[in-house]
């Protein structure tokens, strides 16, 4: 069975950091670009970081340059998402995926999309004093 399961969502106060980790089973993620999306209540899903078969070759969002490190580590078959400098603004559920898209900027701009792309059930990530 194909999943995609997140994990190390929490409260956390402004400034404060959380390290997210996406972890598969069922299929190995070597082959594989591994997106981290957000959704906030009210507004839509937006791409955060994507990530290729490669270390160095990433995709940021413009709001969480500087702040944000995405990295795999495929003898774990996992994908974790550093976060630093947390700001309210990054309140929401954070969802992973897993697709093949010609570019990590196609995937995160979600200007790219297979049917059948597993995503797991979001981590919630609450940033608040």
């Known amino acids: 069975q194909v999943q995609l399961v997140e994990s190390g969502g929490g409260l956390v106060q402004p400034g404060g950091s959380l390290r997210l980790s996406c972890a598969a089973s069922?299929?190995?993620?070597?082959?594989?670009?591994i997106g981290w999306f957000r959704q906030a209540p009210g507004k839509e899903r937006e791409g955060v970081s994507c990530?290729?078969?490669?270390?160095?070759?990433?995709y940021y969002a413009d709001s969480v340059k500087g702040r944000f490190t995405i990295s795999r580590d495929n003898a774990k078959n996992t994908v974790h998402l550093q976060m630093n400098s947390l700001k309210p603004e990054d309140t929401g559920v954070y969802y992973c995926?897993?697709?093949?898209?010609?570019?990590?900027?196609?995937?995160?701009?979600?200007?790219?999309?297979?049917?059948?792309?597993?995503w797991g059930q979001g981590t919630q990530v609450t940033v608040s004093s």
């Open positions: 995926a897993a697709s093949r898209p010609p570019t990590v900027q196609a995937m995160c701009r979600r200007e790219w999309a297979a049917s059948g792309d597993p």
């Open positions: 069922g299929f190995t993620l070597d082959y594989s670009s």
């Open positions: 990530i290729g078969r490669s270390n160095d070759n990433t």
